[in-house]
């Protein structure tokens, strides 16, 4: 079958069942994914219950199991478990996943682009496979904001988007849904009072400005940009095109960033941190890493980013206390070009991936870097939570899954990112492996 007649089945499951229970991945494109089917479920007069899943293990999918009585859809997740998934859920199976799939659905009806001949990791996510689905139930427009947001946040954007985001992007902009403008590479363009806005977009690396506020102002000063208005602090938004031009040209020039220049995507009907795409995708991972998947799922249905402000304050707190201990190094070590944080109990296994991310993309390692993180889960499985990431050329995938199952755990995920559960009793062995497999030695 090609892309479209599965499509065309998911959208014919949908529309089969009157009761559906959704389990999703936790993090914003799952939740995204999430948000367009339950929406699209509901239009359809339809029940759909959301459960979310931040590990997808074997004894989490067990505990599900013994729940889901009804068909059932997989959202985000799946296509590494699907023996396991089929194994366990007799109900009629639907897989709405990006990720690279391991053996063959024989009963399940598996939609994923890597199947046709799409790039899961460029051309299409979760969100994206949701509202293709969607769209086939009913009208679906108003609800492609939230497929882009969900591509965004799993980094589908690099420069551009491509394959169907692209297609989504173009109608999205043609419905006046989604504005589209080159800029510096400024972080909270919606959120942030302009000098707090300069002084925190690390991704220019600028290091004057960097976590310089006050250097910030004397920049805007030079602009004869005014950074308050009215005694209020201004944002971004608040400057008129001449004074955005001025200052997006002058961060690109000083900025040493290949990649200085982005394209910032506007969602004018959706407020405050939901405007943005990349902000809306870093509160909705805010909220699955903290365990508040639900209410991300709630901001997007109802619209409203405030009701997850404590929980992205709290998200703030704890990523810097992540990454406080990383620099403390007692746990660290370098192996060619494998960089493996042995973090334990000491970060929670819900920010080691974003711990990886912050060292990979903050440029605190160099980039053919792999960085790897090992955190204990606290949901008594007596596992562990591994991520890897890197800017490099290593495909992670198969180096963390092969060496996730050589110490009975199960990895899977992207060339650039990926991850995987393992035994914690097997730490080390897995490590051992996970050297072998990259043919470095410690
Ligand atoms: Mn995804």
Not at 70 to 94: K, N, Q
Request: aromatic residues 4%; contains cysteine; negative net charge.
């Amino acid at each position: 079958m090609d892309f479209a007649e599965l499509l065309d089945a998911a959208a014919a499951f949908i529309r089969a069942h009157d009761d559906l229970t959704l389990i999703s991945h936790a993090d914003a494109d799952g939740i995204c994914a999430s948000a367009i089917l339950s929406r699209t479920c509901e239009r359809a007069g339809k029940r759909a219950q959301v459960r979310f899943l931040d590990q997808p293990s074997a004894p989490a999918f067990a505990a599900l199991a013994a729940q889901a009585q009804g068909p059932v859809v997989f959202v985000d997740m799946g296509s590494s478990h699907l023996a396991r998934i089929e194994e366990l859920f007799t109900a009629p199976t639907l897989i709405l996943d990006h990720h690279q799939a391991q053996g063959e659905a024989r009963r399940a009806l598996l939609v994923n682009p890597f199947l046709c001949g799409l790039d899961g990791t460029r051309d299409i996510s979760a969100a994206g496979i949701a509202w293709e689905v969607a769209s086939r139930v009913g009208d679906a427009d108003d609800l492609l904001p939230v497929a882009l947001i969900g591509a965004q946040a799993d980094n589908q954007e690099r420069g551009a988007f491509q394959g169907s985001n692209k297609r989504m992007l173009e109608r999205a902009g043609a419905a006046g849904l989604v504005a589209t403008r080159e800029g510096a590479r400024l972080y909270g363009t919606q959120s942030r009072p302009l000098a707090r806005l300069i002084a925190h977009s690390y991704d220019l690396e600028i290091p004057e400005l960097r976590k310089n506020p006050a250097a910030a102002r004397r920049l805007l000063d030079r602009l004869g940009i005014p950074a308050f208005e009215g005694g209020r602090e201004r944002m971004l938004a608040d400057l008129t095109a001449r004074e955005r031009l001025a200052l997006d040209e002058e961060l690109i020039r000083r900025s040493p960033h290949p990649q200085a220049r982005i394209v910032h995507y506007t969602l004018p009907g959706l407020a405050g941190a939901l405007r943005d795409t990349r902000e809306a995708g870093t509160l909705l991972n805010a909220c699955g890493r903290l365990g508040r998947p639900e209410l991300a799922l709630r901001v997007l249905l109802e619209g409203n980013p405030t009701l997850a402000r404590d929980v992205q304050e709290a998200y703030t707190h704890a990523l810097h206390a992540a990454h406080a201990w990383y620099l403390r190094g007692e746990r660290v070590t370098r192996a060619g070009d494998l960089v493996v944080i042995d973090a334990g109990d000491d970060v929670p296994a819900a920010l080691a991936g974003t711990l990886c991310s912050v060292l990979v993309r903050g440029r605190e390692v160099d980039e053919a870097t792999t960085v790897v993180c090992l955190a204990r889960n606290a949901d008594g499985t007596s596992t562990t939570k591994v991520s890897a990431r890197t800017a490099g050329t290593r495909d992670l995938a198969p180096l963390v899954s092969a060496a996730a199952a050589a110490v009975g755990g199960e990895g899977g995920g992207h060339a650039v990112a990926a991850g995987a559960v393992i035994p914690s009793a097997q730490e080390a062995a897995f490590v051992d492996a996970l050297l072998r497999g990259a043919a470095v030695r410690r």
